[in-house]
């Protein structure tokens, strides 16, 4: 069912050759509005750009959801610079503008995975969607019995 709510047609697939890339750690801060604290969260960060192409492409990973995400973004960083043919499955969103790189291949080895996050994602608006039409209908088809709302009523003369 994943398969029907994101394919892989969704994607653009780009090729290129790499140009420079580099991993840093990043420490954001996440302002809670309900406990008026603020948390920190620490990511680690892989930045590439291709030969000819002038975006920079970020791949990010939580330090604390996945333990050696620097180890492995640092793997991810060293094939790139190692391999002489990139393709990429990127997807752009539709609000902002940015790109969303979801599979990098290096020399036709796969060396980033990200697309099962990707229909996660696409899951849960479907049944989002799907909640807050069962809602609205509810709502605009029960019996009203001019309780609910004050309607006048035109007579025709």
Do not use: C, W
Not at 42 to 63: I, Q
Not at 94 to 106: C, E, F, H, P, R
Not at 131 to 157: C, E, H, M, W
Request: glycine share 4%.
């Amino acid at each position: 069912m994943a398969d029907i709510l994101f394919s892989s047609s969704l994607l653009k697939e780009m090729n290129g050759i790499l140009d420079h890339s580099m991993v840093d750690i990043e420490t954001k801060i996440v302002r809670r509005s309900r406990s008026f604290t603020d948390d920190t969260t620490k990511f680690a960060v892989l930045r590439f750009g291709l030969k000819n192409d002038g975006r920079l492409f970020e791949v990010t990973k939580r330090l604390e959801m996945v333990h050696d995400s620097r180890n492995e973004l640092d793997a991810v960083n060293e094939a790139l610079k190692n391999s002489k043919n990139l393709n990429l499955l990127l997807k752009k969103s539709l609000l902002s503008g940015d790109v969303k790189v979801y599979q990098i291949n290096a020399d036709g080895l796969i060396i980033y995975d990200n697309i099962e996050d990707a229909s996660n994602t696409s899951f849960f608006l479907f049944f989002l969607t799907i909640a807050s039409s069962i809602v609205f209908f509810a709502f605009y088809f029960l019996p009203d019995n001019g309780q609910r709302f004050n309607k006048r009523q035109i007579t025709r003369k």
